[in-house]
């Protein structure tokens, strides 16, 4: 037995990617990779069928591919899956890889395929990484390509490229080869024939220290996680679409990390989550994922769905609590003496003298002006959330609460100059918006 067949093998059973029982799908491009992981698994007790994927990318060179593969299965009596594909408009690379997962699936789900195989390697798993580096990562991003994923199984990351390469040779295979490698207009092209060789010249064991490197970060993240889940378990409450995190365990800047952990399954990013970590005990603020929005309560973060609310209005009448699209508005009068001021952008304080019901809720539109507290001047709307950097997101969906004709409250930034509290007040009216029905961002 060849030493990377047992390799093979033993990385398979540490692994744990593969039962006696398994019935497997092979991704085979007819490259070099696919078809070293093709022939080891026709070594090995498993079954296995064999998938082709024709993109129609470059001509005469993709039908021969695939009837080099459709050859490679007849001869080796494997049982063959081929479907060409249009790609259609936009990234060449995301659509092409969208597109064979989601056909993977379909074979899995019609023909009973409990694993599916593809032949990803350690240089692969490093450019993965260095990508990673460029845009920014956690410490996931530092362990490279996972070994399994669901029914996703990539049993040759325990090798090089090289290996594969000496193995092929050993042992007579034949492969294609992908013509489009050779160009640098891919960032994986550009890091595989310029940047990595470079790196190999400052150390030529790049590939055994990145794989000792990668398996502790993996370990790492193993940890975050498992710590994570463990706060999730005893801080983290779910009420329908709206979960709660309790603040109580978040002491140092080292839980950073596991508050980076939990929300990322939200869709916040490590920025973001620093941002949040730093208004932690700030009532009221908000931050927006692309499907979420979070808002911090002082012992709190609410998260919940970020939806828009369309061209929905509110009328307040009087005193009591008014619902606006799962949010809710918190209505009272009191005496200027007996007022308790907090100072959290969701709730307004006004002088009740310039008041009359019924008080309007609305979306702002182009054209509309306030005064800021502290100007004289009035000052537009849409300039006003541009100064203050407001997201697209949030600023689509940003509320004024109208008196008359003339806006009281940009709802969660700024009240109007003309509506402040002043010495001569008497009595206050108190508006708080609530991060969802029935439930309070902020408590008196």
């Known amino acids: 037995m060849h030493s990377l067949q047992k390799q093979f093998q033993d990385f398979v059973q540490a692994e744990e990617l593969l039962k006696e029982d398994d019935h497997v799908l092979l991704a085979v491009s007819g490259g070099l990779d696919s078809m070293v992981m093709a022939d080891l698994f026709c070594d090995a007790d498993w079954r296995f069928e064999v998938a082709h994927c024709n993109f129609n990318l470059r001509d005469k060179e993709s039908d021969e591919d695939e009837e080099f593969v459709k050859s490679w299965a007849k001869k080796n009596e494997v049982l063959i899956h081929v479907k060409h594909f249009d790609l259609g408009e936009g990234s060449i690379q995301l659509n092409a890889r969208n597109a064979r997962y989601r056909w993977f699936e379909q074979l899995s789900r019609e023909k009973g395929f409990t694993k599916i195989a593809t032949a990803h390697h350690l240089d692969d798993s490093l450019e993965t990484v260095l990508i990673n ?173 970020f939806q828009s609310m369309g061209d929905e209005e509110l ?33 307004a304080y006004l002088d009740t003298d310039h008041l009359t019901f019924p008080i309007e809720v609305r979306k702002w539109k182009e054209g509309d002006r306030f005064v800021p507290l502290g100007m004289t001047g009035s000052k537009k709307v849409s300039d006003y959330l541009i100064d ?26 700024q009240i109007s100059e003309k509506f402040k509290i002043g010495d001569k007040t008497k009595k206050v009216l108190k508006i708080e918006i609530r991060f969802a029905k029935n439930r309070e961002t902020s408590s008196d």
Do not use: C
């Not at 890091?191 to 370990?219: G, H, Q, Y």
């Not at 997101?393 to 409250?409: F, M, N, P, R, Y």
């Open 133 to 305: 580096l460029s845009r920014g990562t956690g410490v996931r991003g530092l362990g490279g390509i996972p070994s399994k994923a669901d029914k996703i199984i990539r049993p040759l990351l325990f090798t090089s490229r090289e290996h594969l390469e000496s193995y092929s040779k050993k042992h007579g295979l034949l492969w294609r080869e992908d013509s489009s490698n050779s160009k640098k207009d891919y960032d994986r092209n550009l890091l595989r024939l310029e940047v990595i060789p470079k790196i190999k010249e400052l150390n030529p064991s790049l590939i055994d220290t990145f794989r000792s490197t990668a398996e502790r970060a993996l370990l790492s993240h193993q940890v975050v996680h498992a710590r994570a889940e463990e706060v999730k378990k005893k801080y983290l409450v779910v009420d329908g679409s709206v979960s709660e995190l309790k603040l109580h365990w978040l002491k140092s800047k080292a839980d950073l990390l596991l508050l980076s952990e939990i929300l990322a399954e939200f869709g916040f990013s490590y920025f973001t989550t620093k941002q949040i970590f730093e208004a932690k005990g700030k009532p009221g603020k908000q931050f927006f994922a692309s499907e979420y929005v979070l808002s911090i309560d002082r012992d709190s973060l609410f998260v919940k769905p």
């Open 315 to 347: 009328s307040i009448t009087g005193v009591g609590d008014f619902d606006l699209s799962g949010s809710s508005f918190g209505v009272s009068i009191m005496d200027r003496k007996n007022l308790d001021f907090q100072e959290n952008p969701m709730i």
């Open 388 to 413: 203050r950097k407001v997201p697209l997101a949030l600023k689509s969906e940003t509320l004024v609460l109208i008196v008359g004709d003339q806006i009281a409250w940009l709802v969660g930034y």
